[in-house]
């Protein structure tokens, strides 16, 4: 009796201890699928999708969408929730010129948050722009993700704004020593009269400083201008050892062919950003006497992300990868890699999530800095060859992560 009485006992703690597990996984279990995403995550994209930087915003667009397919296995969901990229254009209908508007960006980032839900924002061809929807982001306390706007300040300016598009800091790295030893030491700089314009001046003369470059004074020009005479006559009157010229969207080839008729190429050298493929038969065959600075071309990099990049944009668009196609797939990896981690839109969350997390995207690593949100990732020096129209990008040299990380910027958090 008692022998039955001890067995009853351990069978009733056995059966205790099985329900209590069962019930411990089925809280699991239960937790588990209440932390998943559930119905539509609506992403806001502000970009150019007209005039003067349209063909920068197209490769937002599309790169964003095929980075978005690579990081959901092509399903476009994280758990069960589908993404929604809403897209809205920063250029006015009014504007004749083309010229992005910050305002227009401002009005757009609201009109996704509050009209449309949009509870993550990626943006923006234009520097300007993205800055004015970085006070968009913090007011609404929204992640917004900068590619591809290149102006230092975007880094550190808040922490909701994060960014996979490379600084103005980064260029000037990766191209000074380059220049300098190439070219000589005696400089001046081209460059147009905005946001980006002004951040890589003041990032390349930093850099040059410290070569103990020799400055021979900076040349801007409006966004608008069709003329630049006057302003290659100041260049061609101090005759420097070289020309760095800071140029974005479709008026760098007007300036490239203008530098080219005015006998530029003849006295001086030039070093640039390497631009689109688009651009390259714009500079003629004196394109082939520039040094570049690269951010990106479809050929140098050997990585799956990239070949997938590639293949996505040349089946889906008919044209190869270019430029800015990249950094936005970069910027689809980070967001998606972040709601995977946390299974939440909460920005506190993501946040966390964000800081320090690198994607392996279609240059290599891709690391946002916890520091100022800043993106470390492998930049290049590059020459074009060829002639007449046909021309390619040769690589020069790859440079590291660490080779091109620019200093800590101050931050506003």
């Known amino acids: 009796m008692r022998g039955n009485r001890h067995a009853y006992v351990l069978f009733s703690l056995a059966i205790a201890l099985s329900l209590l597990l069962q019930g411990a996984g089925g809280a699991k279990a239960a937790h588990s699928n209440a932390t998943q995403l559930k119905g539509s995550i609506v992403i806001g994209q502000i970009t150019s999708e007209t005039g003067a930087f349209s063909i920068y915003g197209t490769e937002q667009i599309e790169g964003f969408k095929a980075g978005l397919a690579y990081a959901t296995n092509?399903?476009?969901?994280?758990?069960?929730?589908?993404?929604?990229?809403?897209?809205?254009?920063?250029?006015?209908?009014?504007?004749?010129?083309?010229?992005?508007?910050?305002?227009?960006?401002?009005?757009?980032?609201?009109?996704?948050?509050t009209n449309d839900h949009a509870q993550i924002l990626q943006c923006c061809a234009s520097s300007a722009s993205a800055l004015a929807v970085a006070g968009v982001a913090a007011q609404y306390q929204k992640i917004l993700m900068v590619a591809p706007a290149a102006d230092d300040t975007l880094s550190g300016v808040n922490r909701y704004t994060f960014r996979t598009s490379r600084m103005a800091t980064q260029d000037a790295l990766t191209g000074t020593k380059y220049a300098v030893k190439k070219f000589g030491k005696g400089y001046m700089t081209l460059a147009q009269d905005y946001a980006f314009g002004h951040s890589q001046v003041t990032a390349w003369k930093t850099q040059l400083d410290k070569l103990g470059a020799t400055d021979g004074g900076d040349v801007y020009f409006p966004l608008t201008t069709t003329d630049f005479t006057p302003y290659i006559q100041q260049i061609l009157a101090k005759k420097p050892n070289w020309v760095f010229m800071a140029c974005a969207g479709q008026q760098c080839v007007a300036l490239a062919k203008a530098l080219d008729n005015a006998g530029v190429f003849d006295q001086t050298h030039l070093f640039t950003g390497l631009?689109?493929?688009?651009?390259?038969?714009?500079f003629g065959d004196a394109g082939t006497k520039i040094g570049y600075m690269s951010v990106y071309y479809y050929k140098f990099p050997?990585?799956?992300?990239?070949?997938?990049?590639?293949k996505y944009i040349k089946?889906?668009?008919?044209r190869p990868a270019d430029i800015f196609d990249q950094d936005s797939f970069a910027a689809a990896q980070q967001i998606v890699a972040a709601l995977k981690k946390t299974h939440s839109t909460g920005s506190g969350k993501l946040i966390k999530a964000l800081e320090g997390q690198t994607v392996l995207g279609p240059k290599g690593p891709y690391t946002i800095r916890k520091a100022d949100h800043a993106c470390l990732q492998p930049m290049y020096v590059a020459q074009l060859v060829g002639s007449g129209t046909n021309f390619t990008a040769k690589l020069i040299a790859t440079l590291s992560p660490k080779q091109t990380a620019p200093p800590i910027q101050k931050h506003n958090w």
């Open 275 to 282: 631009g689109n493929i688009a651009s390259f038969p714009g």
């Open 302 to 310: 050997k990585t799956a992300a990239n070949t997938y990049l590639v």
């Open 315 to 318: 089946q889906h668009y008919n």
């Open 74 to 113: 092509g399903t476009n969901k994280v758990d069960s929730a589908r993404l929604v990229v809403k897209t809205y254009n920063d250029v006015p209908a009014s504007s004749s010129a083309g010229i992005p508007d910050p305002a227009t960006a401002v009005t757009d980032a609201k009109t996704a948050i």
